[in-house]
């Protein structure tokens, strides 16, 4: 068959499947988004089929298929930022009700408040920070509010306005819309139709995935990234063996927060100390003159190996608190199950004396023995000639 054949039949049957999404109507909607979990919750109350749209059985069996499947959400809404990780769709007995979980893979912004209540009430929302707090505007001709979190509710004509206040850990509204010519589907579905649960490794991977760099950049970071998880272990072991060596850990004892951050002389017109913290200040020179006299030999000084931040920091950070809990850490371009993600193509990965899966900050040998990081270090560093030359030449930077 000719490709444009192909192409044709692709379109037709994708335009097919979109018109019967949008046969399907529900009279109430519950829309929750949950700011620090990357996630949302959409559920619709009392899903009707509109009258002299097509036929009421293709229609239903569509929907059931693009549910089964986890794509009725994205058919549906179309969210720029959201991934539907669960569908459902289900008899309640008195009306149909579709439940869908949603992730997305992006740090809280009012881009995706505006883009998750818009394409879910079919209307233009505008959120703004003002008065201390969230506000939220959309046009409400045809809308009743139902229950809802917001600290106060106004209406000017049609114009409604919603307030959060700032502190809020989520927004949560049902929405309720006036809707005629309508016939129900509770016949048509007798069974509860739910996508395939995925994994948690699927679900963690999709909420802290970044877009793609370019090929040129991906390749020059995949290799950065592997000399920075060796570079992780490798910082580790060393205060550890300072800690067997001394009673001590490097920097123990003070009352204070102390804070190095590890950069070669190339790094360091963009290695800017802005911890918020109360804390003492240890520079590189310091930190390896303490680590070779409690070890008591020298040893190499590694950095980073790029030299200019593209979007993430250019140095290695030591930490210890007044507990004596160190913290080490590396900065990354993609995402490892080990890896917490800081900002778009921005993870950090951390070693400590304190062992928190939660929190993600492994002990030297938790990250020895992790698969993914073994895999990670693994692998080649494709232009291993660049970057051990440069290895080379800051391994005594101090």
């Not at 519950?30 to 097509?54: L, M, P, W």
């Not at 009743?144 to 004509?157: H, R």
């Not at 520079?283 to 593209?310: H, T």
Request: net charge neutral; proline share 3%.
């Amino acid at each position: 068959m000719k490709k444009s054949l192909w192409l044709l039949i692709f379109f037709c049957v994708a335009a097919m499947c979109f018109a019967q999404v949008n046969n399907f109507s529900a009279q109430e909607i519950y829309v929750a988004y949950y700011f620090a979990d990357n996630y949302a919750h959409v559920i619709e109350y009392n899903i009707v089929h509109k009258q002299n749209t097509g036929s009421i059985v293709n229609d239903v069996n569509s929907i059931k298929k693009l549910i089964a499947k986890a794509r009725y959400v994205k058919e549906k809404y179309n969210y720029t930022y959201f991934t539907a990780v669960e569908e459902s769709v289900s008899n309640e007995g008195k009306f149909v009700k579709g439940d869908f979980h949603l992730i997305t893979a992006q740090s809280a912004t009012l881009e995706i408040i505006e883009d998750l209540f818009s394409k879910t009430l079919g209307k233009k929302v505008s959120a703004k920070v003002e008065d201390d707090g969230l506000n939220v505007y959309f046009d409400g001709s045809g809308i009743k509010i139902g229950s809802n979190n917001a600290a106060g509710l106004y209406k000017n004509e049609n114009l409604i306005k919603m307030s959060f206040p700032r502190r809020l850990n989520k927004i949560e509204i049902v929405f309720q819309k006036s809707i005629e010519h309508t016939e129900p589907i509770l016949q048509f579905i007798t069974e509860k139709i739910t996508s395939p649960e995925k994994s948690e490794e699927e679900i963690d991977y999709l909420k802290n995935a970044s877009p793609p760099l370019d090929k040129i950049e991906q390749a020059f970071q995949d290799d950065c990234d592997i000399i920075r998880l060796r570079d992780l272990v490798y910082y580790g072991k060393l205060i550890e063996e300072y800690k067997t060596k001394t009673g001590a850990y490097p920097f123990e004892g003070n009352t204070e927060l102390v804070y190095c951050l590890i950069y070669n002389k190339e790094q360091k017109k963009y290695s800017k100390d802005d911890n918020p913290n109360k804390h003492i200040l240890i520079s590189p020179k310091d930190f390896y003159s303490e680590l070779e006299k409690g070890l008591g030999r020298k040893i190499e000084q590694r950095f980073d190996p790029q030299y200019a931040p593209s979007g993430r920091p250019v140095f290695y950070i030591y930490m210890i608190n007044n507990d004596a809990e160190w913290f080490f850490a590396v900065h990354l371009s993609k995402y490892y199950r080990f890896s917490k993600k800081a900002d778009s193509n921005y993870y950090k990965a951390e070693l400590s004396n304190i062992s928190d899966k939660a929190y993600k900050f492994y002990t030297v040998s938790e990250m020895e023995r992790n698969e993914e990081y073994i895999r990670a270090v693994s692998e080649t560093v494709t232009k291993k000639g660049f970057f051990e030359q440069r290895k080379t030449k800051h391994m005594r930077e101090y």
